[in-house]
């Protein structure tokens, strides 16, 4: 049966539908996980380079060379994790679009779930309808 046929093929992409959409999910919810953790990380840098920039205190040369350096790389790691924030921010953005067509998708495969399950009901009534047609004929001769 035709109609059989095309609501199992609908069924099957729906199940794959179903799966692309969860791993979207997943996706999403990773990159705006490491957003945060990129975020924080940033902050936390920002926040450790400035208190060591602040007051060297009377220290030596050598010890206010270090705090420098020190102070210096801590603000590499805080313009890296804005970097990787803005990147992850990038990439939630560009899940939320493959979440929403995964979504999509998932509505146009229910309506067409819907229409192939009306079509195989009307076949089957139409065959049901046709087998007590012939029936009918059959007693009447």
């Known amino acids: 049966m035709r109609e059989r046929r095309r609501l199992a093929l609908v069924k099957r992409q729906k199940v794959l539908a179903n799966v692309a959409r969860r791993e ?3 996706a999403l919810a990773g990159a705006i996980g490491v ?3 990129s975020a ?5 840098s920002k926040a450790l380079s400035r208190q060591y920039r602040a007051d060297p205190g009377q220290s030596e040369g050598d010890e206010v060379r270090a705090l ?22 990038r990439q939630a953005e560009m899940r939320q679009q493959a979440l929403a067509a995964a ?5 146009r495969l ?4 819907k229409a192939a399950r009306a079509e195989l009901e009307k076949a089957i009534e139409r065959r049901a309808q046709a087998a ?3 029936m009918a004929r059959k007693l009447l001769r």
């Not at 924080?40 to 936390?44: G, H, I, Q, R, Y």
């Not at 229910?110 to 779930?113: L, M």
């Open 24 to 26: 979207a999910m997943g």
């Open 103 to 107: 979504e999509t998708r998932i509505k």
């Open 40 to 44: 924080a990380l940033a902050e936390k």
């Open 68 to 89: 420098a350096k020190f102070a210096g790389a801590l603000a590499d790691i805080a313009k890296e994790a804005d970097c990787a924030r803005v990147d992850a921010g």
């Open 35 to 37: 957003e945060a953790r």
């Open 132 to 134: 007590n047609a012939e």
């Open 110 to 113: 229910d309506a067409r779930e």
